[in-house]
């Protein structure tokens, strides 16, 4: 059984860069794409960008400028680095597994990061 | 490449159906067969439950469907329970490495 576990600073300062690991356990990196997805607070889901085993990313295009995905096949982990982070940045990160294009059937646990002065 | 569109709400009593739209454009829902469809608890993260338009994944009941014609895909729940109550979402590709969702309905069992 695949289980994401994410882990990284929840409170950010305007203008401070945040970064987020995502573990995968009971899987390989290999052979699927690992995402980043967001959902403010009682809003809807956005996604971020994504990542393959063979370190192939891709990005929104609005947010391209300053998302950086990154793998760690050795480590079986994958990162998300967001710079200068302003409010509008406030919410609930999640790392996911996508197989099928826009399928994503393994989520992690989310965390919340909130961006306050 | 604007969030695809759905209803803010729908509703229905135990036992009845429930359809939801999710309406986009030549560029995603119309252009590709991946559309999928997420159901999400207060507090939890989503799950999948439709993906590739109409194929459900092994332990979601077939209760849920989903279909597409031209830039519109539908979900529905049929038999509605109550632990159906929740959130849900489409998501569709949008070309050139890009996926997009939707704005979100909210489904409540009378």
């Known amino acids: 059984q695949v289980q994401l576990q994410q882990w990284g600073a929840g409170l950010l300062k305007p203008s401070e860069t945040l970064s987020l690991t995502c573990a995968v356990h009971?899987?390989?990196?290999?052979?699927?794409?690992w995402s980043w997805i967001r959902q403010p607070p009682g809003k809807g889901l956005e996604w971020i960008g994504e990542i393959n085993h063979s370190v192939s990313t891709n990005y929104k295009p609005s947010l391209k400028s300053r998302v950086t995905i990154s793998a760690d096949t050795s480590k079986n982990q994958f990162s998300l680095k967001l710079s200068s982070v302003t409010a509008a940045d406030t919410a609930v990160y999640y790392c996911?597994?996508?197989?099928?294009?826009?399928?994503?059937?393994?989520w992690g646990q989310g965390t919340l990061v909130t961006v306050s002065s | 490449q604007s969030a695809l569109t759905q209803p803010p709400s729908a509703s229905g009593s135990p036992g009845q159906s429930v359809t939801i739209s999710c309406t986009g454009t030549s560029s995603d829902v119309a252009g590709y067969n991946y559309v999928s469809w997420y159901q999400q608890h207060p507090g939890k993260a989503p799950k999948l439950i439709i993906y590739e338009v109409s194929k459900r994944p092994s332990g979601v009941p077939d209760r849920f469907s989903g279909s597409k014609s031209g830039n519109t895909a539908s979900l529905t729940v049929s038999g509605l329970q109550a632990e159906d109550e929740a959130d849900y979402y489409c998501s569709s590709y949008a070309g050139s490495n890009n996926y997009v969702f939707g704005t979100g309905t909210k489904v409540t069992v009378l």
């Open positions: 009971g899987g390989s990196l290999s052979g699927y794409y």
């Open positions: 996911v597994r996508g197989g099928v294009p826009a399928a994503y059937d393994y």
